[in-house]
């Protein structure tokens, strides 16, 4: 099969791989029709320090949905055929952490956090930017598409729209708050649609990127860049002086969580969603002084995609609004190198199989 495979900072080639096969008899082998570039995909362009960490030569990319070819003798929910979506983080969905809604915590699947359970990051769990991929533990993995909605509707139910809905949750954004969110890609503008959702009054974006603060702007959020002023002083402005209930780091920078820190208001709570992947250093002196909140975590779609659906049908969200550029697979190295970049107004690259 062909598949778009890791070899180091800023080499992804689509290669010719073997295809998967059944390994136990709770898997799936899936016949890929839509798969998504993920900015975490980003993290593994960029990284020499990942780089130093893994073994290149195994098969990325963790958003995707496609038709099941095959399943195990023990699956029992999901069928050839049926086409589906995969959750980018594996749970056995049966222990206590899976039935808690965490199925990224699962100690299964993670071997009591030894190794990678979400998918493309390793070579113990290949990835879905690819022809074919095995889903571990089908039944608890994988969901239906439903008939009545457009795949790039439901995509990204696979991973970032319930990560925007994380961190608008572990912010406990409430109705009538202002929300400060950092970033304006697409975990960040899912981040903002789902506190507006909650009834948050008032969502301030900041982004460095322009064209994207000004999308945010059209959809109802005011728009912060920080060339244009200091970002404390305009949210002050913004909140009567008393900075904003909750903030969400949507990028993956440690020291746009210390701006969080610096943007709330005494017992303000920051949601800390993007992935940083260095160790760093929490100013505890301001979050003591000022009793504030920080929480963070590995989105589990699991848990979220039956609330999603609905606010999909609904229409208040679309998730499809993100998609910017769609590339053929073997087009992926060319769909990197733009997401990277940041050209021609990239939001979002599809990959079509």
């Avoid at 969901?143 to 995509?155: H, K, S």
């Avoid at 909650?198 to 959809?219: F, H, K, T």
Wanted: charged share 20%; aromatic share 6%.
């Amino acid at each position: 099969m062909k598949a778009v495979v890791y070899h180091g900072p800023h080499d992804m080639r689509v290669e010719n791989v073997a295809d998967p096969g059944l390994q136990e008899p709770t898997d799936a082998l899936l016949r890929i029709e839509r798969t998504a570039i993920c900015g975490s995909d980003l993290h593994l362009w960029h990284s020499e320090a990942f780089a130093e960490a893994v073994e290149p030569g195994f098969v990325v990319g963790h958003e995707f949905l496609g038709t099941v070819l095959e399943v195990g003798s023990a699956v029992r929910r999901v069928r050839p055929g049926d086409r589906v979506l995969v959750a980018c983080t594996t749970g056995c969905g049966e222990c206590a952490s899976c039935r808690a809604g965490l199925a990224s915590g699962c100690p299964v699947t993670t071997a009591g956090f030894t190794r990678q359970n979400v998918f493309g990051f390793s070579h113990e769990l290949w990835g879905g930017q690819a022809e074919v991929a095995r889903v571990p533990f089908a039944d608890a993995n994988c969901f239906a598409v439903p008939p009545d909605l457009d795949d790039e509707q439901v995509l990204f139910l696979t991973d970032i729209l319930p990560t925007g809905e994380l961190g608008a949750e572990l912010a406990r954004v409430g109705v009538g708050e202002t929300v400060v969110v950092f970033g304006c890609g697409p975990v960040g503008t899912f981040a903002q649609r789902c506190a507006a959702v909650r009834g948050a009054a008032q969502v301030i974006a900041v982004d460095l990127d322009r064209d994207r603060l000004a999308r945010a702007e059209r959809s109802g959020a005011v728009a912060l860049h920080p060339g244009d002023g200091d970002l404390l002083e305009r949210v002050l402005e913004l909140t009567d002086g008393l900075g904003a209930h909750c903030a969400i780091e949507a990028v993956g920078s440690s020291e746009l969580v210390h701006q969080a820190a610096a943007v709330v208001r005494p017992g303000g709570r920051i949601a800390a969603i993007g992935v940083i992947l260095e160790p760093w250093q929490i100013e505890w002196p301001l979050f003591f002084a000022k009793n504030l909140t920080l929480a963070s975590g590995l989105v589990s779609p699991q848990a979220s995609i039956h609330r999603l659906l609905p606010l999909i049908r609904s229409g208040r969200l679309d998730p499809a609004e993100i998609v910017s550029h769609r590339f053929p697979l073997a087009g992926a190295r060319d769909a990197y190198e733009l997401f990277a970049a940041r050209r021609d107004g990239v939001l979002k690259v599809v990959l079509e199989p």
